[in-house]
């Protein structure tokens, strides 16, 4: 069994978008609501028995959404306490019946990926990224990019992982943009532009089609800039990102101590939380003292 708790945090939505509209990258903006993605994960969570009832029902007849989200439910869904073996298994099997109909091949793969209701695979979980990327789905171009990068399942290849990080990335999806941007930054499979690494975490730090992690790491890829002094926020975007690291201290402390299956899950995830919380809370005093300082200046 697996740390469920950490997976459901990486996967939500993975899939399934939360935020729609357009984007307008120039400034950070403050509307960003991590309170309605918890809100989601909750109900996710605990959909209730009626409604897990008529997913049942709605799955057995061949529907392919009603099979993916059963499957998720049975995997991430549950209680911790509720967390066993079989229910990783049945969770598995329904997603695999949604997955032969086109529907979460992602998830599937990443099952094999983390060895979740399945031994662990990774060059099946390829075979799974590669369906949905065949299919144009910017998650599954961006898994598959990332086992390229990585060499994981797939010999490694750097040159394959960039060509498909930036399909992926122009498709708007987060990771890619925030992967992307760090391969500029660090010179890894591309020569080293800090301008074009700057694009692209400005890219994810907006993101409203994904994980909120790619928010919080693209924010964090611009912090770090600026404090290199490669990059200069406007004020607004100070605030932006003082707001994301506040959120991201608040959710971590938060998470350190949810039940997990196992003991040793337990320890390792508060080992991760506390770890998170640690490092944006230096990040944010960081931040608060350099706007102190620039504040003062101003004034001077």
């Not at 869904?77 to 509720?82: A, F, L, N, S, V």
């Not at 990068?149 to 987060?174: H, M, N, S």
């Not at 694009?199 to 404090?227: H, S």
Request: hydrophobic fraction near 30%; charged fraction near 30%; aromatic fraction near 10%.
């Amino acid at each position: 069994m697996r740390n469920h708790t950490l997976l459901f945090s990486c996967l939500f939505l993975l899939t399934l978008p939360l935020f729609g509209g357009c984007l307008n990258i120039k400034n950070r903006p403050l509307t960003w609501n991590p309170e309605e993605q918890e809100q989601r994960m909750a109900e996710l969570r605990e959909p209730g028995e009626q409604k897990i009832a008529q997913l049942l029902e709605t799955a057995e007849r061949g529907d392919a959404e009603a099979q993916y989200h059963l499957g998720f439910y049975y995997l991430y869904g549950m209680r911790p306490e509720d967390s066993t073996e079989e229910n990783d298994i049945e969770g598995v099997k329904w997603l695999r019946k949604a997955a032969e109909q086109g529907v979460g091949l992602t998830v599937l793969g990443l099952c094999y990926n983390k060895g979740m209701g399945v031994p662990e695979d990774k060059e099946e979980a390829v075979r799974w990224y590669r369906k949905a990327a065949e299919q144009g789905e910017p998650n599954g171009i961006y898994l598959l990019a990332w086992s390229y990068f990585r060499g994981e399942g797939v010999p490694e290849d750097k040159t394959e992982g960039i060509r498909l990080y930036r399909i992926a990335a122009e498709q708007d999806d987060g990771g890619a943009q925030y992967e992307l941007g760090e391969c500029y930054y660090n010179g890894d499979g591309v020569p080293q532009d800090k301008t074009e690494a700057i694009k692209w975490y400005k890219k994810a730090g907006v993101n409203r089609t994904g994980l909120i992690r790619y928010n919080v790491n693209g924010d964090v890829g611009l912090i770090r800039c600026y404090f290199n002094g490669e990059y200069v926020p406007d004020e607004e975007e100070l605030e932006g990102w003082l707001h994301t690291l506040r959120w991201q201290i608040e959710f971590a402390n938060e998470n350190k101590n949810a039940k997990v299956a196992k003991d040793q899950d337990q320890d390792k995830n508060k080992e991760y939380w506390q770890e998170q919380a640690s490092v944006a809370a230096e990040l944010l005093r960081e931040l608060e003292k350099r706007k102190k300082t620039e504040i003062a200046s101003s004034g001077a």
